[in-house]
């Protein structure tokens, strides 16, 4: 197997993980997550989102949490958004750097965004304009490329039209997430490795769901292929909204522990991931997926 030295892991549980959950945590508790992610060694957050609050509720306030998280110096504290008042909101509240959002399968950008792919590409301009002219970083994530209840198999050429409209707005830094938890290894490492191939400048970040427990083969599929960059989420909550039976994303403490056992450096303390999914599991009020969280670490076993 290719093992890299190093990868990324973005906590993406204070947006994606917790937009999901009917129990809608107060300012102050995202804060302490957000916190506690970023003094476990996370350095990137996924913070919240600047969606319509009667779209998404659990994100509502996201611009107050912004304004009250204690930052740290090297940590990329970054939101969703959805158009150019997204961007205006992030202005507003200290947001440093937002991230576009559009389906490759219509039929799930109708439900999440209310518009069509091509809409969605069409206003792109006027959110990254803003943007760049505001000092804030941008980038962009394509969901469903690997195949969607609605849409079973997705055509490489939609994706690769979405990509080429990120890149023409100078956006390279690119996620690709499989909100449907539909993708497979050996799918993950051929889309992986052709796009990376046709563009080679793009900075990939592949955000997987456990919908069908495929999400850490998935990662290891995206690292042979040479990705190194990955979401994941504290438990293992969320999943979307608007797509049926999704269940919650790629457990950050699994994958944090697969890694170290591979021998492959994260920068986080797995010890102080573990006890952020603890504490999140209390707020929610329910058990969470993540294995680690419920059997321990491998090394816990020689300590007995």
Known sequence: MKIPDRVVICEVGPRDGLQN????????????LVEKAAEAGFKVIEVGSFMHPGAVPQMA????????????EGVEYRALIGNARGVERAMAC?????????????????????????????????STLLARANGLDISGSISMPF??????????????????AYLDLGITEISLSDASGMSMPSQVYDVCTRLMEDYPGVKWILHFHNTRGMGIANILAAVEAGITWFDASFGGLGGCPFVPGAAGNVVSEDVIHMFEEMGTE?????????????LVRNLVGHELPGFVLKAGKNSDLLKQ
Do not use: Y
Not at 62 to 71: A, G, L, M, P, S
């Open 94 to 126: 200290g947001c440093s750097k937002v991230k576009l959002n559009v389906s490759a399968c219509r039929e799930h950008n109708l439900a999440n965004l209310n518009m069509t792919p091509g809409e969605s590409v069409a206003r792109f301009k006027e």
């Open 266 to 278: 994260t920068g986080i303390d797995l010890d102080r991931a573990i006890e952020v999914a603890r």
């Open 61 to 72: 306030t996201t611009d107050e949490v912004f304004k009250k998280i204690k930052r740290i």
């Open 21 to 32: 959950e009917d129990r809608i945590l107060t300012v102050d508790e995202k804060v302490m």
């Open 147 to 164: 195949g969607s209840p609605w849409q079973r198999h997705i055509p490489i050429e939609d994706i690769k039209s979405i990509i080429e």
